[in-house]
């Protein structure tokens, strides 16, 4: 099973960064997909998620308006999109599968950096 995030970087505030992830090893579209960040000196909070189908997502509130989580389940892909970056939003970002129904997530990506300058 592997989950490979990328597409994080250097932005400055105000600036957008579309993170991918793509799945392999396991059934990508019979699992929820989330995203996850850890930001430096601080544990790590969920962020978004996605249903099997792409018709729900859920959002922390600080990332309402202006993250978008989609999937692709021809390419076993689930994006974050995100936009109006602001310094707070310096992470690193990890996206993670989990079981519909299941508390926790069951495979974890290695995570990519993501940096707003101010």
């Known amino acids: 099973v592997q989950l490979q995030a990328f597409g994080g970087g250097l932005v400055q505030e105000g600036g957008s960064l579309r993170l991918s992830c793509a799945a392999s090893?396991?059934?990508?579209?019979?699992?929820?997909m989330r995203w996850f960040r850890q930001a430096p000196g601080k544990g790590r909070e969920w962020v978004a998620d996605i249903n099997t189908s792409g018709e729900s997502t859920r959002y922390i509130e600080a990332a309402k308006g202006r993250f978008t989580i989609s999937r692709d389940n021809a390419k076993n892909t689930v994006y974050l999109q995100m936009n109006s970056l602001k310094p707070d939003d310096t992470a690193v970002y990890y996206c993670s599968a989990r079981f519909p129904g299941a508390l926790k997530s069951l495979y974890w990506g290695q995570g990519t950096k993501v940096t707003v300058s101010s």
């Open positions: 090893g396991f059934t990508f579209s019979t699992y929820d």
